[in-house]
């Protein structure tokens, strides 16, 4: 199980659980089980997220690894430079 932290104002939709388990090898399959277990993330998941694999911030890198023990946390999406 992989453990992604929620960034606050995406809480909402999980039912304001700042943390929670999903099982997932890669930054796909992260947002695939969020959108499964919590459909109130789907929209803003198909606006565009990024998730912060280990203290690296990605966005779209589908096949980016996600070990058990990586550090996730799922955010809106960060843009700029």
Same mark, same amino acid.
């Given at each position: 199980?992989?453990?992604?932290?929620?960034w606050?104002?995406?809480?909402?939709?999980?039912n304001?659980?700042?943390?929670?388990?999903?099982?997932?090898v890669?930054?796909? %399959?992260v947002?695939?089980?969020?959108?499964q277990?919590?459909?109130?993330? +789907? /929209?803003?998941? &198909?606006?565009g997220?990024?998730?912060?694999i %280990?203290g690296?911030?990605?966005?779209d890198?589908?096949?980016?690894?996600? +070990? /058990?023990?990586? &550090?996730?946390?799922?955010?809106?999406?960060m843009?700029?430079?």
């Amino acid at each position: 199980m992989v453990k992604v932290v929620v960034w606050g104002s995406l809480r909402a939709a999980t039912n304001g659980a700042a943390t929670v388990d999903v099982e997932a090898v890669n930054f796909k %399959d992260v947002l695939v089980q969020l959108e499964q277990k919590y459909p109130g993330l +789907k /929209p803003q998941i &198909e606006r565009g997220v990024s998730l912060a694999i %280990d203290g690296t911030i990605y966005r779209d890198a589908w096949f980016t690894p996600v +070990k /058990p023990d990586s &550090e996730v946390v799922l955010m809106p999406l960060m843009v700029g430079g």
